[in-house]
Nanobody, 120 residues
Framework: QVQLVESGGGLVQPGGSLRLSCTASGSIYGFYTMAWYRQAPGQQRELVAFITPSGNTNYADSVKGRFTISRDNANNMVYLQLNNLKPEDTAVYSC??????????????WGRGTQVTVSQ
């Protein structure tokens, strides 16, 4: 059974950077589109970015130019580089293994998430 485990969250000052990692167990990882979501307290979960098996990417408007999603299929890893962080980026960031059709992503398996806090 495939499991997803996120890491790399933490406390960072505005303008700072973090790199989140998601490890996927199981040999089927390379066939799926991978995504990062985030959920701030009291708010709905938001799709941040996704990346297809071939490397095509899609980003939420709120993070374009600041966040970069990438994947390492050989090592079953997906990353989210967060740059120029803002307080409104504070949230629990979760990895997801799903599918995509054009710009639409369908969520599947969830990880537990990692907390990102942006504050002075």
């Amino acid at each position: 059974q495939v499991q997803l485990v996120e890491s790399g969250g933490g406390l960072v000052q505005p303008g700072g950077s973090l790199r989140l990692s998601c490890t996927a167990s199981g040999s089927i990882y390379g066939f799926y589109t991978m995504a990062w979501y985030r959920q701030a307290p009291g708010q709905q979960r938001e799709l941040v970015a996704f990346i297809t098996p071939s490397g095509n990417t899609n980003y939420a408007d709120s993070v374009k130019g600041r966040f970069t999603i990438s994947r390492d299929n050989a090592n079953n890893m997906v990353y989210l580089q967060l740059n120029n962080l803002k307080p409104e980026d504070t949230a629990v960031y979760s990895c997801n293994l799903g599918s995509a059709s054009g710009s639409h992503f369908s969520a599947g398996l969830w990880g537990r998430g990692t907390q990102v806090t942006v504050s002075q």
